[in-house]
């Protein structure tokens, strides 16, 4: 880790768009340990054991068919960084169409704030499932083992039921876009349609304001199949991991908010409490009813009345 390279690949962007996106994985990359990837044989079939698991679990719970990726990646955080750099720059397209020539200064600007976003998510992501939204290509799913140890052994669990329990959360992701095919389609469009009004200098509140619907649906779905699965008690863990957050240091906690962290937790809870609602009423099977199509998917009130989706969604 070299902050004095991170700092010459941001001051070295070029290039006439607003970001320089090699500058940014540069960057980020050398301002990043990238940790250890020494795994054990005992280690890898863990990770395989698990998402087998899960992938049982979770079908024999929620009553859902779904496939996953052929290979699971178990990466440093330097490849969770280039696995992302692409889909930040697909994603932040239509915002870089709309400028026809950036100043080297903003560049620079923008390059380094790009760098700093993705290399604290490397620091931070433990699991991913990646639809690869925006992209032409089969989904992912990856673990970061250097960040699922250092938190486990920073919050004093044992690594083998953190581990497994992250696996059961990304899993549960694979299941719910799995039983959706849509729905990769659908949050595409949702995010292209956030990011080109930021783009012509607007915000749309109503296109946010979907988009946070949906991925609050997804991310409560995600909990409700992985608390009906998971083989073992997980409060402490989520618990620990939340106090953890709490304590961080005062940098750690503005990126955490910029970065709508605290939007992220607060999907979990409210999604989770609707869904959990759902299931009270028709089983965890029939709270899969929600991925139907996309019109049976909750509306922002419904989340708050889930009476109400189900007097609408039969």
Not at 12 to 20: S, V, Y
Not at 169 to 189: C, I, K, Q, R
Not at 258 to 264: A, R
Request: proline share 3%; glycine share 8%.
């Amino acid at each position: 880790m070299s902050l004095f390279r991170a700092a010459c690949a941001v001051a070295d962007a070029e290039g006439d768009g607003a970001i320089d996106w090699s500058a940014v994985g540069n960057a980020a990359r050398s301002a990043t340990d990238s940790g250890e990837l020494s795994l054990s044989t005992a280690e890898r079939q863990g990770y395989a054991d698990d998402v087998a698991d899960a992938r049982d679990g979770i079908r024999a719970a929620a009553g859902v068919d779904f496939d996953l990726p052929d290979t699971v990646q178990v990466q440093t955080r330097h490849h969770w960084i280039d696995a992302n750099v692409d889909t930040f720059q697909r994603l932040l397209g239509p915002l870089e169409a709309q400028v026809s020539a950036t100043p080297s200064l903003a560049r620079t600007a923008n390059t380094g704030s790009m760098a700093v976003t993705l290399g604290f998510l490397a620091r931070n992501v433990l699991g991913q499932y990646d639809p690869l939204l925006l992209g032409d290509d089969d989904h992912e799913l990856y673990f970061v083992h250097p960040n699922i140890e250092a938190v486990a052994d920073a919050l004093e669990v044992d690594r083998d039921r953190f581990r497994r329990w992250i696996a059961f959360h990304e899993v549960a992701h694979a299941a719910e876009f799995g039983s959706a095919p849509w729905l990769a389609d659908h949050l595409e469009s949702q995010m292209e349609a956030a990011v080109s009004d930021l783009a012509s200098g607007s915000l749309d509140r109503d296109a946010l304001g979907e988009l946070n619907v949906t991925m609050t649906a997804v991310e409560g779905y995600a909990e409700l199949v992985m608390d009906r699965a998971f083989d073992d008690e997980y409060a402490d863990l989520r618990a620990k991991l939340d106090a953890r957050r709490q304590e961080a240091g005062p940098v750690s906690r503005l990126v955490r908010r910029l970065l709508g962290f605290g939007m992220k937790r607060r999907q979990y809870e409210r999604g989770k409490a609707f869904f959990d609602a759902i299931a009270d009423e028709r089983g965890v099977a029939g709270a899969a009813a929600v991925w139907e199509h996309p019109e049976n998917l909750p509306t922002d009130d419904e989340l708050d009345a889930p009476e109400a989706w189900l007097a609408r969604v039969d």
